[in-house]
């Protein structure tokens, strides 16, 4: 029984896996090349890519058990993009932040290019194994995440249909057909190029740029051609684009259309035309425009042949030259070529060919000692061991710098590396589900281990993520990514043959007026427009080179953007007017009102500049407006900070000299503290004058004014209070000399009558002496230099009391005066309060007439030394440069308003300086001999009644012209 039962357990456990293969196993072979990586791995991702050109001929023999055809071709290129798939997987395994605890495989298969090897490689991988077997996954191992490829449109429209039909994601690289949007036909298929519909949009911007506004379309007779140029207009014309001709390639050869198109293009003085067309369509087009010549035409090219080798024919340069395209954007990859040059050439069949292939030679000892053989018919190179054609496997891929190697232009690699972390992003997404907040049924989560395509697919149209190199982010929008371009320029080189050089980016993710970016000096156009300057053109590996050179070294002309226009743009600082009856493309342009502008080309509307800008000469842009102000270093401000400097230093020199001279009987006279306090109010008034210079600032604005009403308060109240006591002194004198006119009038009468009497000695004696006694103590000290001080020092109060109240309620501030003048913004400063200001400096002029009038009664005092002539001088002059600068004020504007005013300043100072100080200066420093205490006594009034004297002793004037009168009289009796 044991025996029984152990051999029942041996045959089902060698039946079971025998029928298994049976079950899942097809009748033919399938002979697929690739890379495969599933041992101890958590989840698989699946790959495509035709690393093969075409497929092998067979011999079409049936006799035999059918294998599929082999592949033959190798493509560099493509094989880098399967390295790229490689790379990108190594690098997420590495990785902590993206699938941290997953370990990612790869299942990758060469579609050689050919549709029955894309749905082979499809059916396979979809099996689990290395035999297809539909519907059925007889595999074990890690589960499938999604399909990273299969090249072209058609292949991925064959894989598309059948992955379609179980829910499994498929993520392209390099189809861009918008067939494909169809989610119907196509619900699981995503794409990391992208979609052909932004190349419309990127299209209408490129013709915006420019300023182009009379273009002609061409478009195959297709979707790809029909809907693509009905977006274009659809954009452009709601611009303002007229449309002069737009016409159709047919699918069939048919010369006569081909002809028809071409008239209208030769007639048609549009110099813009955009074709949507594939290459095989757009051919015929191109050769019978060479044909009849049609030249001076910009061509702007879609996807489909802007790079075309079909299209890129000898011959083409001067039709197609200046040609501006769209290709798909291209991005580094750090680390991407060193993985590219360390392969190991021995790690498996694929490589071992891309080695061979590379390097012309063989990894098979046994192949190149064969080959040794046939071709030496010796053996004695073979039996050192190193046959002839053996490849060492460390040569150098670096060295080749073939188009493996090249990674300057990595436009669909890149795509290839966006759409690996597509998948793996999903994969992270779906493996970090919270239980109970997840997307499926009763919140649940799909297992990392066992999940289903279905399950992967809803997070892969939720993916969003950011590419760790180029910080691109990346997301599907009904299975595609934004449009992302590079613009292309056809550029002939110095060997005649056209180059494709970017000159632009489109970012169709970015904001409208943002997505379009390009270098306009960097395009050279196909027209006879050249820029009149040459300046020198740098590229990468090759040298520009154009019919128009320049006759210098290393210099070209470059050549303008053509026109393309119903009328002729509208330049900034114009508007539009359309003409009635006519398209819209048709206008006049009308220059913009001052204080308008318009900063574009063909502007709709003036635009009203802000109240501190004004329109430029040109009317094309808002300027600020010019800010006006008496600044310091100007030559007119440094002229009136020299003078005002001069007069302060003239007026502390005055002080120091009457200090030193403080003795003297010229100095002492009439209160010599009130002098000081003058020539300190004069300093005050010089340098004042500065503070009004510069930008006007809060703290300058109320110094300035401040300074200035109490400098002149403290000036005139002293001038005021010395011109009061001499008025008093010379109405006391007046007074003194009447009384002893009238003393002498009697003592004549007495002396008469004595002498009648014939007593005339003792009636003479005693009259003369008691009428000269009279006039022995005149009134002339009714104001002491107590009182003369007092009056300026309250005088001074009064206004410093009210320029506080003036400070604390309406302080001046400084303003900008944009009302004055269009172009300019004058700074200046605003008094604050009208009353206060008129009342401040009202007060002032109130001072200066007091002083005035007490100074001109005042005039006649004295003889020698007539110091209120030069007050009443003084005066005058400060009334007449005040009274000359109201109007000179109220005519100026700007800065000179503030230079009128420092002119008025100074010079009422000066005329103060000179009129009340000059004569005593003069007389202190030159006539040291006048100033003596007996020169400073008055002299006896001459014959014709005038009264002379001096202020200079008043204290014994009446006494001395008493003495004087009586001697008089005694001498006439």
Known sequence: MRGFLLGLCCFLCVFQPLSGE?????????????????????VVIGGMFPVHKRIASSDGNTSSLPVSSGCEGFNFRTFRWT???????????????????????????????????AVEGTLTYLTGQDEAVPNYRCGNGPPLAALVGAGGSDLSIATARILGLYHFPQVSYFSTCSALNNKFQFPTFLRTIPNDVHQSTAMAQLVLHFGWTWVGTIAADDDYGKYGIKDFKEQVEEAGVCISFSETLPKVNSPEAIKSIVKTVAESTAKIIVVFSSDVDLSPLITELLHQNVTNRTWIASEAWVTSALINQPGVNSLLSGTLGFGVKRADIPGLQHHLLELDPYADALTEEFWETLFNCTLNYDTALRMA????????????????????GTESVAQLNNTYSDISQLRITYSVYKAVYAVAHALHNLEHCVPGKGPFVGGSCANITNFEPWQLMYYMKNVRYKMPNTEE?????????????????????????????TVGRYNGSAAAEDRLHINNDSIIWNNDILEVSCRPIRTNSWTHFISRRCHYSGLICVSKPPRSVCSENCQPGTRKGIRQGEPVCCFDCIPCADGEISNTTNARECILCTGDDWSNEANDACVPKIIEFLAFGEPLGITLIVISAFGALITIAVGIMFFMYISTPLVKANDVLLSFSLLLSLVVTFLCSIVFLGEPQDWSCMTSQVALALGFALCLSSIMGKAAVLMLRAQALKRARAKAKAAAKAAKAAAEAAANSGSPDVIVTNTSNNEASAPDKPEVDVLTCGHQRAIAAVATLIQAIACTVWLIILPPHPVKNTAAQNVKIILECDEGSVVFICCIFGYDIFLALLAFVFAFIARKLEDNFSEAKGMTFGMLVFFIVWISFVPAYLSTRGKFMVAVQIFAILASSFGLLACIFLPKCYVVLVKPECNKEELMRPRAKPRDGSSTGTSASLATAATEVNTSFASTAIDEG
């Open 83 to 117: 390295q790229t798939m490689l790379f990108a997987i190594d690098e997420i395994n590495k990785r902590n932040d993206l699938l941290p605890e997953t370990d990612l495989g790869y299942v990758i298969y060469d579609s050689c290019f050919t549709i029955s090897k």
């Open 373 to 392: 053989r046939q071709v030496n018919g010796t053996l004695s190179r073979a039996a050192r061991g190193i046959p002839d054609g053996l490849c060492t």
């Open 22 to 42: 049976s079950t899942c196993k097809l009748k033919a072979k399938f002979n697929l090349s690739g890379y495969k990586d599933v041992e101890k791995k958590k």
């Open 473 to 501: 982010e990346i997301y599907f929008e009904d299975g595609d990514i934004e449009g992302f371009y590079d613009i292309i320029n056809w550029q002939v080189n110095s060997d005649g043959e056209i180059a494709y050089v």
